[in-house]
């Protein structure tokens, strides 16, 4: 039948073949009109000519069953040679089989079915068929398939004819007739006839259908690579490599993991689901050698599983519930291992060595962008690290200030390295510390503003051991290591820490520590870099330490010149100690100082001391005096460097000194103690307190002595100036009392004229006299001078005041330190702390007339 018209041309031929054993909901909504067609004729020809659709239908009338003995052996070979030419020109292998199995039943009167063998079907791009070996398939079927032999059973009614050319078995024809007619020899000739033409066809047809699948492989193959060829960026050439094996190749899910260097799990860069391409992944945390992927990993063989549910690693995934079949190929480079490709499908068997030859090709080509991806970022990385490395040689060449040095390389390292945390220490062996100076981020402003520091001889922490060994350490997973010590604001910020020595010689001059709050991102490469940028960073800590050592020293002789011009100007003696220790102060590292003077010179063999607190700041005056006077321990603080004459350096370990116990500091705290040395006497100390421990040494000692000398000088000339003012003073007052003695006969005009006259000696603020009244044992105020006494103060007892039976029996000065106890009096105006209260007797002849009470106010 012949059908033309003029319409729009149409080509049956091009309609894919439905898959009629599939379940409804999976079967194609169109093709069933052509599929029914090709069923019932023999033959559809479809031709395009002027204009004209043609489409001619073949339908050949059932010929009678053939007798080879009817044919001659050329009309034979001719009919063959048809049938073979018919089969080439079928669309698929399941076209081709059921076109020969009808043959066969026309020809023989019989039923007909041919069995295709694993591994040549199912063809790529056809649909699935039942294989070989099968268990469904009839016995005879099996049987012969397993010996690769003609099997005939059932009385030859049964037979069963394997599929063979050039040693390969396509498959098994298997013929049936179910009337008892038993197939002739001739019949049997006939059939391995007819099997040898399908052989051939088949064979042909294979060939062309795999050389146009592999030629339409090639091209997406190299569509895929020509994308990824010049893409660098690696996560870039992960998220388009899998998007484009998942879309070209209609898989169901594609991704791609990489191994990284110094991990034991997989790094995962990308995956494709329904060509939408992700960086998210489908599987946490895959270990090298769990799973599938991660037994690929560890092996770098490939695992093909055809069926997911017969496979015992396979880890089903909520996100990806259709996987039925999987294959995953390593991505190797010269034997080196570098990732792995994981394809899934949502079809059971989907994956036949045709198509794995495709992903095997398509894995090397990965393999080899993903080595040059990396070689580039390598060669990116170190680029970036040879400029940064430059930048900072630049700082360490024009840079002498250390803190601005020390923050420049912080920041470029921060900034250039990415590193989120850089932090750099100094060591000071003197002091037996490791003390930060410089860091990124908030933690390392509170370090600074807490002036952290490490115990150099601390067993725990990463950093004191770098500072006592001079070896870096490296560790990519803090918890695994013993020595790394948490912060206590942030204990789960670092995961991954890098410290490195800065070296001078065979001394450690610092560290520079380097930490990340992710995990496994140092290596041994980044090692090297910064070990290398370290010798360059600890050469220019110790230029600028030198440099800043040097301004140092300038600016503390400059002071010194200050303080010697303070001892020739004319200051009171506690201003000039308070500006001595203002300049103190600015010179070295104190949160309080003070100077105490012994009211007498003393020596090594005195035994009490009357030590008094002359001037102080960073601290009350009051708390420190307490300190002093309430614990035997504080004051002893105070009396070794009066014992020993040479400065004292306190360890944390040794007993609080005053300024400590009124700072309030820490046991730790540091502090210093210098004699006041006038000769070879000891007139005082001058203190000094940090609340950091170790901040004093050798040379703070040297500056401190130098100052203590200058306050001894300026003690010593105030002494004398107001010793020499004194006397002369005194000789004035003395020579009026004489000629008030020469002209006032009255008693008690006397004594008014002494006691207005000793109020202009210095300091003296109050006095009185009070004269004996033998008979009585008692004593009568009889003038005084500053305050106003009540009546019944007036007079005074032996029998009830000590201090007065105690004058009397010694003839010596009493000093009072309470008078309303000493002596009954309210009235007189007296501070412990600043005054002096003193009761000297009156004598003539041996014989106590009576008591002058004097209150004097010490001016320092």
Wanted: a negative charge; proline letters at 5%; hydrophobic letters at 40%.
């Amino acid at each position: 039948i012949i059908l033309e018209d003029q319409g729009k041309s149409f080509d049956p031929s091009c309609v894919p073949i439905p898959d009629v054993t599939a379940d409804l909901d999976d079967r194609l909504d169109h093709g069933l009109g052509i599929y029914m067609m090709c069923q019932l004729l023999d033959d559809i020809h479809f031709e395009f000519l002027d204009g004209t659709n043609r489409l001619t239908l073949l339908k050949k009338k059932t010929a009678e069953p053939l007798s080879v003995s009817k044919l001659e052996p050329l009309q034979l070979w001719k009919h063959f040679l048809n049938l073979g030419e018919e089969l080439i020109k079928q669309p698929n292998a399941l076209v081709l089989c059921k076109k020969f199995s009808q043959k066969v039943e026309q020809e023989l009167a019989c039923t007909a079915e041919i069995w295709l063998a694993k591994p040549y079907y199912p063809l790529p791009g056809e649909p699935e068929v039942e294989t070989l070996p099968n268990d469904d398939a009839p016995k005879i079927v099996q049987q012969s398939f397993a010996e690769n032999k003609f099997i005939a059973a059932l009385s030859d009614c049964e037979l069963a004819l394997p599929i063979i050319t050039q040693n390969n078995t396509l498959g098994v024809l298997y013929t049936k007739r179910i009337d008892d007619h038993s197939f002739s020899d001739q019949e049997k000739q006939l059939l391995e006839a007819l099997v040898a033409t399908v052989a051939v066809s088949m064979q042909v047809n294979r060939q062309v259908v795999l050389k146009n699948w592999r030629y339409d492989q090639i091209s997406l193959v190299r569509s895929v690579s020509s994308q990824i060829a010049n893409v660098l960026d690696l996560d870039e050439l992960c998220k388009r490599v899998t998007n484009l094996i998942q879309c070209s190749f209609n898989y169901y899910h594609v991704s791609l993991y990489t191994i990284e260097e110094g991990l034991n799990t997989l790094r995962f860069r990308a995956s494709s689901l329904n060509c939408s391409p992700s960086a998210e992944p489908s599987l946490y945390n895959i270990k090298i050698g769990e799973g599938l992927i991660g037994t690929v990993a560890l092996t770098g063989k490939e695992i093909i599983a055809n069926d997911v549910t017969n496979e015992p690693r396979f880890k089903e995934l909520s996100d990806l519930p259709e996987t039925k079949s999987e294959a995953v190929i390593p991505l190797l480079v010269e034997n080196r291992i570098l990732g792995v490709l994981d394809v899934q499908s949502d079809n059971i068997g989907a994956f036949h060595e045709t198509d794995l030859l495709v992903v095997r090709t398509l894995a090397d080509n990965i393999a080899l962008a993903t080595e040059g991806a990396r070689i580039y970022e390598k060669l990116e990385e170190r680029a970036k690290q040879m400029s940064a490395v430059a930048e900072i040689n630049y700082a360490l060449s024009s840079i002498l200030d250390l803190e601005k040095l020390l923050k420049e390389i912080v920041n470029v390292i921060h900034d250039r390295f990415s590193i989120p945390l850089v932090h750099i220490y100094t060591v000071h062996s003197g002091r037996q510390k490791v003390i930060f100076q410089a860091g990124s981020g908030k933690r390392a402003r509170n370090l600074k503003i807490n002036s952290f520091a490490f115990d150099l001889e601390s067993p725990i922490g990463i950093i004191p051991h770098v500072a006592r060994t001079g070896q870096s350490m490296l560790v990519n997973d803090v918890t695994k290591e013993p020595l790394f010590r948490p912060t206590r604001n942030a204990p789960n910020e670092t995961k991954a820490e890098m410290t490195i020595p800065l070296k001078f010689g065979d001394t450690v001059l610092g560290v520079l520590d380097l930490q990340s709050n992710e995990p496994n991102v140092f290596n041994d490469g980044q090692l090297d870099l910064f070990e290398g940028l370290a010798s360059g960073i600890a050469l220019s800590i110790r230029n600028a330490t030198l440099f800043r050592t040097e301004i140092w020293r300038r600016d503390v002789a400059e002071t010194f010149k200050d303080v010697a011009g303070m001892l020739s100007s004319n200051l009171a003696l506690d201003e000039l100690l308070e500006r001595i220790l203002n300049q103190l102060e600015n010179t070295l590292p104190c949160d309080a100082s003070a100077i105490w003077l012994l009211d007498d010179h003393v020596n090594e063999t005195d035994q009490l001391r009357n030590i008094r607190l002359a001037a102080v700041r960073g601290t009350h005056r009051k708390k420190v005096i307490a300190a002093r006077e309430e614990s035997a321990a504080v004051s002893k603080f105070l009396d070794l460097p009066i014992i020993q004459k040479i400065p004292i350096i306190r360890k944390p370990t040794d007993p609080y000194g005053p300024l400590g116990v009124a700072g309030g500091f820490q046991s730790d705290y540091s502090s210093i103690a210098v004699p006041l040395l006038s000769g070879e006497d000891v007139i005082g100390v001058l203190t000094l307190a940090h609340h950091v421990t170790g901040r004093y040494g050798s040379e703070a000692s040297l500056i401190s002595s130098t100052f203590a000398s200058y306050a001894a000088v300026a003690i010593e000339n105030a002494s004398l100036y107001a010793n020499a003012q004194a006397d002369a003073w005194s000789s004035t007052v003395l020579l009026q009392v004489a000629e008030a003695m020469q002209s006032i006969t009255n008693l008690e005009e006397l004594l008014s004229t002494m006691v207005r006259l000793t109020p202009l000696l210095v300091g003296i603020n109050q006095c009185a006299i009070f004269l004996r009244n033998q008979s009585e044992s008692s004593y009568h105020l009889e003038s005084w001078y500053g305050f106003t006494p009540d009546d019944d103060e007036k007079s005074l007892r032996e029998d009830q005041f000590l201090s007065i039976l105690k004058m009397r029996l010694t003839h010596e000065p009493v000093f009072i330190t309470d008078p309303v106890s000493e002596l009954g009096i309210t009235t007189l105006s007296y501070d412990p702390e600043t005054g002096t209260l003193v009761l000297i007797p009156m004598l003539s002849h041996g014989e106590i007339l009576g008591g002058f009470l004097v209150s004097h106010n010490s001016s320092g």
